[in-house]
């Protein structure tokens, strides 16, 4: 025969399983692809060419990734524009900004996971007609009334419903979080890119500039022949066609260049006047001699935007338990205590003190199906978030 469980032991039994109880799915993070290759017949280095610059790059699998990976071109002129556009780019700001505001959501929710606590004080000088029973003790007709109290709320998390919005705003946070990581690559990638295309630009306008300058001399050297009678007048106009020619690819050329320059200006924050007019060319960059590639397994907890449709999962799931737990019974606890007196000396004695304690069981009886709906409604929210990182994880 089973002895009696002792009341404290029994209601500390109750305590524990209730704050344990907690509906809906529980998130489980999605595996990792089990391939180890991105091409059916992955190469262990790039393609090569003969010039300097032109040696192949091997492949590291598996080797980390550094955060500030621009620094392998070996360039201080990257590396200070990179370094500008982190700090001033507004685009990162506002992901940044972005970020603090999801975070700072997610501790308000948290906070409904304890109890509220409310201080009220009043006081009231009045005079009441004869006709009307006084409302103190000593049946004065003119009164000071003076009150205080602390108004306590918790709600009893029962089923879990606060703890999986609380989830949920966490989850939301770290969608954020990686959404920003995201725009931080984005940013350094897009700089990179500007700077590499604006070194090519400026290389082929130099060696168009260059092609310029030959056929100008060569045009003169044929006018001088042609006026000894070593050159015929075809020469002359073929001369001068060819340098027509090559004249004409400096304005479109000059044009990109240009545009660039506005391009890495928007990027770095600044206005177009203040565009970058630094003079950058290909042969003051290098190639890392080692590439490092994350393989499928690893590129799944690295790319921020793999990641994110993680956290919308996470989210995603949460949101079932919400819908779940809103089908339930609500629990609350409402308590107060203060005190009122006619003066404020007394307004905490004994004699004036106050106090009140209630419990509350609210539970919707009839909605014409709204919360069952609205919990199918989260199932397949949850699919297409899943859906949706399955194409993420595929595309990246």
Request: glycine share 6%.
């Amino acid at each position: 025969m089973l002895g009696r469980i002792p009341p404290r032991a029994s209601g500390a039994c109750a305590a524990v399983l209730l704050a344990g109880c907690v509906v809906g799915p529980n998130f489980q993070r999605p595996g990792p692809p089990t391939v180890q290759r991105y091409m059916p017949n992955p190469s262990g280095a790039t393609a090569w060419a003969r010039g300097p610059g032109g040696e192949a790059q091997q492949f590291v699998y598996g080797a980390p990734v550094d955060a500030a990976w621009w620094t392998l071109f070996g360039s201080p002129e990257l590396n200070g524009l990179e370094d500008e556009a982190l700090r001033a780019n507004p685009t990162l700001n506002a992901a940044q900004a972005a970020l603090r505001q999801a975070r700072e959501t997610w501790l308000a929710q948290r906070a409904a996971l304890y109890p509220t606590v409310d201080f009220q004080a009043n006081a009231t000088r009045a005079k009441n007609s004869q006709t009307i029973a006084p409302p103190l003790n000593s049946n004065a007709e003119v009164y000071s009334l003076y009150t205080a109290q602390l108004q306590l709320a918790y709600v009893v998390d029962v089923f879990g419903g606060v703890r999986r919005q609380v989830e949920s705003a966490a989850a939301q946070a770290e969608n954020q979080r990686f959404q920003t990581d995201a725009a931080y690559l984005t940013l350094t990638a897009n700089v990179a890119d500007a700077v590499l295309q604006l070194a090519e630009l400026n290389d082929q306008l130099a060696q168009t500039m260059a092609i310029i300058r030959a056929d100008r001399d060569s045009l003169a050297i044929i006018a001088r022949q042609r006026q000894s009678g070593q050159a015929s007048g075809a020469d002359v106009a073929a001369a001068r066609a060819s340098l027509e020619q090559a004249e004409q690819l400096a304005p479109p050329l000059q044009k990109q260049i240009d545009q660039q320059r506005d391009l890495l200006a928007d990027l770095l924050g600044r206005p177009s006047a203040l565009a970058p007019t630094t003079d950058l060319h290909l042969a003051e960059f290098r190639l890392p001699r080692e590439l490092p590639v994350s393989l499928p397994a690893e590129l799944v907890r690295r790319r921020p935007d793999i990641l994110a449709a993680e956290a919308n999962v996470h989210a995603a799931s949460a949101a079932v338990g919400v819908a779940v737990a809103a089908r339930l019974p609500n629990v609350t606890i409402d308590g107060t205590l203060g005190g009122a007196s006619s003066a404020i000396t007394t307004l905490v004695s004994s004699g004036n003190s106050l106090w009140s304690i209630e419990g509350g069981l609210a539970q919707t009886v009839f909605d014409a199906g709204a919360l069952r709906h609205k919990e199918l409604a989260a199932r397949a929210a949850l699919d297409q978030a899943m859906e949706q990182y399955r194409v993420t994880v595929l595309a990246g």
